[in-house]
């Protein structure tokens, strides 16, 4: 955690005639001191909280893929916790994570405790940190569009072997690679490029435990050229869970991302 204020997303450049975008919003566990004062979890819980929540090791993944790639993706990361706000939520009523208190800024726990007091009005983070996060990651694409005449999202995500008490949809399969479509922005070929890319690290699973795929609003189920994949890891994969460092399977992942990206045409 950080007592500083902290940029709340970063994009890092990659090739001019690149149409992908590796989208990496939950990896990090930095919360801003002001923020921080706004969670009635003492500091050890909240630790053990960010070990739950945090898709570590995601942006290290997201880097060496695109080291690794023919054509660098660019990259655009959330450097700020998804407790100060989850970019990927809607911000209002259509939002299902409400019912367990995961909207856009997250009132509960991975295991439905308290984290924010009751009455606490999200508007001042979601104004702070939510909008000018969605505004920058539309002009990326925006940007993207203009260079090449599309855009590529990836979401690269992960996700806990045992269910948390959160998830509305997890009880059913785990597979070591989870892919999250849109029946929209997820085109076939798309979706037959991850398969094949993540074939080497086991079983390619289809929107479970998780589903959907992030596009901004501004393009959302209007725009054709946007198109969209969720890669989520579980965690035994590459890491020690909870919270704990990376391992082994990291690069093997790493490298299945980068034969995804130059699988994308460019």
């Known amino acids: 955690m950080s007592s500083a204020a902290l940029p709340s997303y970063e994009l890092l450049p990659g ?6 975008i ?21 500091d050890e819980a909240l630790e053990g909280e960010l ?15 695109a080291e690794l790639s023919a054509a660098a993706p660019w990259r655009f990361v959330n450097r700020l916790s998804r407790l100060v ?9 259509r939002e299902e994570m409400l019912a367990v208190g995961m ?14 007091p009751e009455g606490f009005d999200p508007e001042p983070l979601i104004e702070r940190y939510f909008r000018p996060y969605a505004r920058a ?18 979401d690269v995500h992960s996700y806990p072997t045992a269910r948390l008490p959160y998830e509305l949809h ?27 890319a993540f074939a080497q690290c086991g079983e390619t699973g289809l929107d479970s435990p998780f589903g959907g795929t992030y ?3 501004e393009y959302y189920g209007s725009e054709p050229r946007v198109s969209a994949l969720m890669v989520e890891i579980r965690r035994d994969m590459y890491m020690t869970e909870p919270g704990g460092p990376a391992g082994p399977g990291l690069h093997r992942l790493a490298t299945a991302l980068a034969e995804l990206v130059d699988a994308v045409p460019h």
């Open 51 to 65: 070990d739950r929540i945090t898709d570590a090791h995601t942006a290290r993944i997201a880097a060496e893929a």
């Open 215 to 217: 596009v901004p609003l």
């Open 22 to 42: 590796l989208h990496v919003p939950h990896s990090a566990r930095d919360i801003p001191g002001d923020v921080r004062a706004g969670i009635v979890l003492d």
């Open 85 to 93: 706000v989850d970019p990927e939520r809607f911000p209002d009523e």
């Open 15 to 20: 090739a001019d005639d690149s149409p992908v």
């Open 170 to 196: 997890g009880e059913g399969p785990r597979p070591p690679v989870c892919l999250g479509t849109d029946s929209f922005h997820t085109p076939p070929e798309l979706l037959t490029a991850a398969r094949e």
């Open 137 to 154: 990651m539309t002009q990326a694409v925006a940007d993207r569009l203009a260079a090449t005449g599309r855009a590529v999202i990836i």
């Open 103 to 116: 909207g856009a800024v997250y009132t509960r726990t991975t295991h439905q405790g308290a984290l924010r």
